[in-house]
């Protein structure tokens, strides 16, 4: 059974940073896509970006692109979000889930992050 665990989020001024880290385990890690989504409070999900198993290709949706960052380190079973330049309207519940084809399968339980001064 795939877990998924993200860490790292907290309350942040506008105009810092912050990295999420999710690890995960139960599944061949390296051999899957890894994505970032997010829900911002009374909102749908919206899709942050992704990242492929190798880690060499990745995508971004167009709020984060230019300030947020994914990687990952496949030998901890490990992707990171990295968040720059961060935004009263990035505040949200990020969660990173696991790739399936188009889709995603296992989802972790979200970090919180709060943007505000």
């Known amino acids: 059974q795939a877990q998924l665990v993200e860490s790292g989020g907290g309350l942040v001024q506008p105009g810092g940073s912050l990295r999420l880290s999710c690890a995960s385990s139960?599944?061949?890690?390296?051999?899957?896509?890894m994505n970032w989504v997010r829900q911002a409070p009374g909102k749908g999900l919206e899709w942050v970006s992704d990242?492929?198993?190798?880690?060499?290709?990745?995508y971004y949706g167009d709020s984060v692109k230019g300030r947020f960052t994914i990687s990952r380190d496949n030998a901890k079973s490990t992707v990171y979000l990295q968040m720059n330049n961060l935004k009263a309207e990035d505040t949200a519940v990020y969660y990173c889930?696991?790739?399936?084809?188009?889709?995603?399968?296992?989802w972790g339980k979200g970090t919180l992050v709060t943007v505000s001064a």
């Open positions: 990242i492929n198993s190798g880690g060499g290709t990745t």
């Open positions: 889930a696991k790739a399936l084809g188009a889709g995603m399968d296992y």
């Open positions: 139960g599944f061949s890690f390296s051999s899957y896509g």
